[in-house]
């Protein structure tokens, strides 16, 4: 059977087609055909911008595509992705999976950190740790909010700047200049004082050195006297250390004869009292052997 050469060139036509429409869709879905890759799973807060398909990215090179994005369970708060990347992406331990864009106006992806190169590679079907980083919807709020208060210190600095308040700052500005003037002429005098005092703090201090000077042989001599004086000080105080610890020693060896004296003393000291008193009673004792007759009453 033969055909015709429009039957030829609209076949050509279709097979050509049909693999552009394939290779177009490759390139969309990013079906990969006899490419090694492999999987890791990875959880984040927020996955603004992220879909089936969104780019994968290592230290900013294309190696592959979020082929999941799962709800997260009732006991869990992230959002599961799952990430299909080149076999030989050096993802490591360390590394991190992170949300963020090349620009304002680039479309969202997933980006690994290097880590560390002495942290071993992490195996296949691991869960990678993820880190926020915030993003221009994220900070829209935080951004609003800062408008809102830089409007009210605006306000503010308006207010402080009214008509009322720079009049009154114009007047206070004329009182000190009116303040400097007058007291000029006492600043002046009070310039010239302090260099008056300066100078005789000048002469005085003059005077003290060459006081100093004068009697400098006389300092020495009286310092080398005190010293002097000084290490005597020391030898005697030294010295009554010694007799006051022999005494000491004298006291706790002869401690019973000490008390032996002691007691002897007081009863001499009795004695002694009471011949004292027989004698003030009884003073004839002195002279005469017995007491003299009792006179008789006539």
Known sequence: MEYKANEIKAGLMIVSSITILIIFLIAIFGVELGEDTKEYQTYLSYVGGITKGSLVKY??????????????????????????VDENTPVRADSKAFVTSIGIMA????????????????????????K????????????GELNTQVQELMSRVIDVFSEENRT??????????TLVVEGQGHFLKLVTNVEDLTEHLADLSADLNAL?????GNFDE?????QTTTRETSQLISDLRGTLKTFDNMVSANGPGLIEIMENFQFASQNLEEFTRIVKERPWLLVRKAAPPERKIP
């Open 107 to 130: 479309d969202q992806h997933i980006e690994i950190s290097p880590g560390s190169p002495e942290t071993q590679l992490l195996p296949p079907e691991s869960t990678l740790d993820s």
């Open 59 to 84: 230290g900013g090179m294309n190696v592959g595509h979020v082929t999941e994005i799962s709800l997260p369970d009732k006991d869990e708060t992230k959002i599961g992705v799952r990430l299909k």
């Open 168 to 177: 009154h700052f114009a007047s206070m500005i004329a009182n000190l200049d």
């Open 222 to 226: 009286t310092l080398t006297h005190l």
């Open 212 to 216: 100093m000077d004068e009697n400098r």
């Open 132 to 143: 926020e980083v915030l993003g221009f919807a994220q900070m829209a709020e935080p951004l």
